[in-house]
């Protein structure tokens, strides 16, 4: 069956990121990001492959939203490609970009689809790199700048902001343990990265403010709840440690206005956070319309090195320095990534967001949810995704049910299509359209046609 509902004034949604789709890499004065240097190093992607063409969104966007009209959804989340609108980091917005998104923007709404623009899905233009990237607070302040011109750009249409998308993967896996751009392994010694990304979101939200946009803002954080793994002491503290560096890091400055406070034992590795400028915290803690939630899975923590250092996106050798490690959770099935499929965490995940920030946590949307399967086309053109289905409708289920203290406004499905997806390359499919890669075919899958129903079935 179709499951519950669809509660009244939920949004339905999909979600993709520039890069992972659009291609065209090289086209209209974009300039290479981050990731079009990591890709480029020999042994970073799965399959060695690369995003130059990826789901060729770019060219075929008229295509894409012809699916989401089909779909049926209220709102599309896409990210604006900083690589591409901006492409040195700093200056005037690129043209021809900026005609791209107007062409995308306008579409959405033609279609009665409401846009909703994430400012920064990871591509960070690499010129800002050789300066240091987000270890440098610099950066923050060029985030601002383009913020601003993207506001002023599009900030009479676009109806939803999120400033950055997961700040804590782009530091934990791109500056901690090196297996996303830019590689960087510094561990602990990461943690600037992670505030100076803070710091551009509050910058952001003043300059998107300062530009007059008329749509919600808000930032995107990723969560997962986090379990020790046995009943030793210290397999608590590491679970606390990763819940520190993982989900609070990134949601306490926001909805608090400051950083968690540190186990005693584990005080020196936060160094770095002490060094700050204090009224940083009350740039970053600005109000905010919305919280965006990403939510795939728990997490279980043992102390001790791991054996195989393995984390979710990669093997890491800097992961095996780590005094910790991530435990397989066996209760339950997973995904083609391996991910736990455990619907009951998204609903402790939401428990945790009302216990923690109460009466500081605005309305949160589910801003990314979804998993990867292995699909196939069969000879009678249909993909049969029915796993993805079950794992849509237990979890949809979740978010529907809400739980007390959270005032819940949406589902993002990730994705609309099959895309590259980064240090795995085209090995995960995560769509709701499956892709060929080879001919850039679209097939929409059976979890197509499932959403489409019961979105549909609302209006009845
Ligand atoms: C999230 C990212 C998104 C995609 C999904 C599977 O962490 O925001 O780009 O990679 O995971």
Redesign the pocket.
């Known amino acids: 069956g179709l499951g519950a509902l669809v509660p009244a004034g939920f949004t339905m949604g999909v979600a993709t990121?520039a890069f992972?789709i659009e291609g065209a890499i090289l086209d209209d004065g974009r300039e290479p990001s981050t990731w079009d240097t990591f890709m480029a190093q020999r042994g970073r992607i799965a399959d060695g492959s690369d995003a130059a063409v990826a789901a060729d969104h770019y060219r075929r966007y008229e295509e894409d939203l012809k699916l989401m009209r089909e779909l049926g959804i209220d709102s599309y989340r896409f990210s604006l490609g900083w690589s591409r609108l901006q492409p040195g980091g700093r200056g005037t917005l690129n043209r021809s970009a900026v005609a791209f998104y107007d062409r995308l923007v306008d579409g959405l709404l033609a279609s009665g689809i409401s846009p909703m623009a994430t400012l920064f899905?990871?591509d960070t233009p690499e010129a800002l790199q050789h300066t240091g990237g987000w270890m440098k607070r610099d950066t923050a302040h060029r985030f601002a700048e383009y913020s601003f011109l993207a506001g002023e750009a599009f900030g009479d249409r676009v109806e939803s902001w999120v400033t950055i998308?997961?700040p804590a993967?782009v530091t934990l896996n791109g500056y901690a343990l090196g297996v996303h751009a830019p590689g960087a392994t510094l561990l602990f010694d990461s943690l600037p990265a992670a505030h100076h990304q803070l710091l551009g979101h509050g910058l952001a939200v003043e300059a998107l403010r300062a530009a007059s946009v008329t749509g919600a803002i808000g930032i995107t954080n990723?969560h997962s709840p986090v379990q020790p793994a046995g009943d030793r002491e210290d397999d608590a503290l590491f679970a606390e440690l990763f819940d520190i560096v993982h989900n609070r890091v990134y949601a306490d400055p926001v909805l608090l206005g400051r950083y968690p406070v540190i186990p005693e034992q584990l005080e020196h590795l936060f160094a770095p956070l002490r060094e700050i400028e204090p009224s940083d915290l009350a740039t970053i803690a600005a109000p905010l319309d919305f919280y965006g939630l990403?939510y795939?899975m728990p997490t279980r923590v043992a102390a001790g090195a791991p054996a195989d250092a393995s984390t979710p996106d990669g093997e890491s050798a800097a992961a095996r320095s780590l005094p910790f490690s991530l435990v397989p959770m066996r209760e339950y099935s997973v995904t083609g990534f391996g991910w736990p499929i455990a619907p009951d965490s998204l609903a402790v995940t939401l428990t945790e967001l009302a216990e923690r920030y109460g009466e500081a946590l605005p309305p949160v949307v589910i801003t990314?949810g979804?998993a990867?399967f292995p699909d196939v086309v069969q000879r009678d053109g249909s993909v049969d995704d029915e796993a993805r289905v079950l794992y849509l409708a237990e979890h949809l289920a979740v978010a529907f049910a809400g739980a007390p203290g959270v005032t819940l406004r949406g589902y993002f499905v990730?994705?609309l299509l099959d895309n590259w997806?980064?240090a795995a390359g085209f090995t995960?499919r995560?769509g709701l359209v499956h892709v060929d890669f080879e001919t850039q075919k679209r097939t929409p899958k059976r979890s197509f046609a499932w959403l489409q129903r019961l979105i549909g079935g609302r209006t009845l």
């Open positions: 990121s992972q899905h990871w998308n997961e993967t990723v990403n795939y990314e979804g990867s990730w994705s997806e980064w995960q995560f």
